[in-house]
């Protein structure tokens, strides 16, 4: 019995990297990219901070996401997280949108393009 | 007669250069500053001519940023997301200081006699006191609200008597700390609710209001009456048993009281919502476009203005006060994060983050009077903040 559970267990969350890492394969669009870096430095930067190293929400930077799942990443991305003010994202992106941000989050946040130009 | 005219030309010269080195004589009554959250630096403006007068950078992180101002309107002192707290001379527009002071910061404000400036802080959770003139630390109040355990302050407002109050977070607390001794704060703790997100005081620096995250309701403090403690008003009030997704914490600060009436944005829902200050409870509430971020009252209480979270940030609304109806919507710009009235309230000027620009209404006609260049504009601050209570 106990045994099934894990086995379960292991069996789910292979799914789920094998699902996470087959959607982070399916990169948006360089245009769609360019509005996702801007959606999460300036909307989520409301609470995370536009550097991302937190604010009233946690600091997104990879070092405090280095141990935690990334498929868990991605559902508090799209779902928020209950009894938090975190709220779900997925009315205005998708899994693998999602998956794409938690990735590029976990790998240290591109800077959003068009004001890294006007600031030069 | 060659060297001569040379010396003529020289002394003209000195003389330009020193009109450079000192400010042109004028008041400070007009200006203010536009933060420029991307670039870390903050334009000085005059809202007589509508002109920007020049640029001021090297003021690190502004992703959120507030100024407040000193007694005498000379001085913006600017709080950054980083902790840095930089006093900025509107005259000659250069730093008169800089400091990091915490790592993690998002405003503060000044003592009503002028000598202190607060920051209140997230990282580590507290406030802490500054000499005005020399920024030099005076004292501190970490939030420690249980042993080891320390809160993100928000909602901090100056109120008489030295005084300054404040939430915990984390701890669901209202903190009142006076600073008449400055070199050693008295703290009184009372209780809120779940998770305040931020705070104001009433122009009159009587009451002090905390919106509450975890739980529906306002929580209230009357600083004539403290031994009564904190009343929750307005149970209806928040996000309700259907916990609507909140995109953007809302601004209490610069929220409207108009006639009797205070206009306050529901959180998670499109409605700002109207409550009488006799019996503090709700009154109406006003359908609007998204969910309202700032909700600020024009001087004169007769309009009503509104931003919105995102997705719905590149509106603006208007209501009119009498009628609770919403008379005109705009469209300034891509991200709309701040407005800022004239003193007076006959101009509004709006900052439209993701078009680079700050556009200046007339608030009778609704006409743009003039679109100004900016950066990433987020937060607009007009010095005569510095004769307003809990700013």
Redesign the interface.
Known sequence: MGFDRSLWLHVLVLLGVAAVAASAQAEPATERQRELV??VR??C???H???L????GPALLPETLRDKPADALVATVMM?R?GT?M??WAP?MNESEAAWIVQRLMQGFPP?A??ME??K | MTVRMLGASLLSLGLLAGCAQTPVLRGTGDLGVVIERATGSVQVVEHSGRTSLGSVPGLGDLSHAHVTYSRDARYAFVFGRDGGLTKVDLLTRTIVKRIIQAGNSIGGSVSQDGRLVVAQNYQPGGIKAFDADTLELVSEVPAEYAPGKFSKVVGLADVPGQKFVYALFDAGEIWVTDFSDPKHPKTTRFPAGQQPYDGLVTPDGRYFMAGLFGEDGIALLDLWHPEKGVRKILDGYGRGEEKLPVYKMPHLRGWAMAGGFAFLPAIGRHEVLVVDTKTWTEAARVPVKGQPVFVMARPDGRQVWVNFAFPDNGWVQVIDTPTREVIKTLAPGKAVLHMEFTPRGDNVWVSARDDNRVTVFDTDTFEVRKTLPATAPSGIFFSHRAARIGF
Do not use: E, Y
Request: charged share 10%; aromatic share 4%.
């Open positions: 801007n959606m300036q909307d930067g409301s609470c901070g536009l550097t190293k937190g604010g009233l928020g209950p003010a709220p779900g205005f959003v068009a004001q006007l600031s």
